[in-house]
């Protein structure tokens, strides 16, 4: 079903024989679960097939997280690797949700996501904004006797959770083009003139006042314009222009 909807199909060993069903079924990658982060043979195991991997980090501390990831390079493993903050609780209170996790592992591995044990759609822009790329969320289509239903989300819910998570990611992106440009022109000032100036001015601090918009000269080279003189008559609140504000006066010693 996976393949005729397009989308990837992967699951979670719990022993290695299963790494083996999930290779024959045609896996295309393998999550490694909090609870078998120091599960050295598992781990072992899954890099072997060379096989991408997703490691859950609930309830791990630095020390773990090291050791599985020696063990997964030393067995020669797929460098694509995705480290999952998570907390090991379900449902997972707001409190408890750890998100600070994803900031630490950012400073550590390449790739980061985040195991959500949330009741909340909300969650998604958090961890999104915070850097986490691969979100995992439990998802079912209502109520039922198991007990991931009490912090899963229903086909709605879910429909927000994916648009929060893009909302999140969107707020992260590089702005590829100056996109504050015309907002920096309309909020930063020139220097202008503070009344009428006639040309031959010599200019003084009281000649000169700091005016919307930008573009001009800043209000930083005041200290550069004082003393110049002026090669043109200037109307009271006009740009100070920089192609034609003559030279500094000359001094005699």
Request: proline share 6%; aromatic share 6%; net charge negative.
């Amino acid at each position: 079903h996976a393949e005729r909807v397009g989308i990837e199909a992967f699951s979670t060993p719990f022993d290695e024989t299963a790494v083996a069903q999930l290779v024959d079924l045609c896996a295309r990658r393998f999550k490694i679960s909090s609870g078998d982060l120091t599960h050295r043979p598992l781990i072992e195991r899954v890099a072997a097939t060379g096989l991408p991997v997703i490691f859950s980090t609930g309830a791990a501390d630095w020390d773990e997280l090291g050791d599985a990831r020696m063990w997964w390079d030393d067995a020669g493993g797929n460098p694509d690797v995705t480290w999952l903050a998570c907390s090991l609780i379900y449902p997972c209170p707001v409190e408890h949700a750890h998100l600070e996790r994803i900031a630490g592992l950012r400073g550590w591995v390449d790739r980061v996501g985040y195991s959500d044990h949330t009741a909340h759609a909300e969650t998604a822009l958090a961890a999104a904004a915070l850097g986490a790329t691969m979100l995992e969320k439990h998802f079912c289509l209502g109520p039922s006797h198991v007990p991931d239903t009490a912090f899963a989300l229903t086909p709605d819910a879910m429909a927000d959770y994916v648009r929060y998570a893009r909302m999140g990611a969107a707020m992260v992106e590089p702005c590829d083009t100056d996109c504050e440009a015309a907002a920096r022109v309309g909020a930063r000032r020139s220097l202008c003139a503070a009344r009428d100036l006639p040309a031959g001015t010599k200019l003084t601090a009281v000649d000169l006042i700091a005016l919307r918009p930008g573009g001009g000269i800043p209000p930083a080279d005041l200290g550069l314009t004082v003393g110049r003189v002026t090669v043109r008559a200037y109307g009271e609140g006009e740009p100070i222009d920089e192609s034609d504000h003559g030279q500094h006066a000359p001094t005699h010693g």
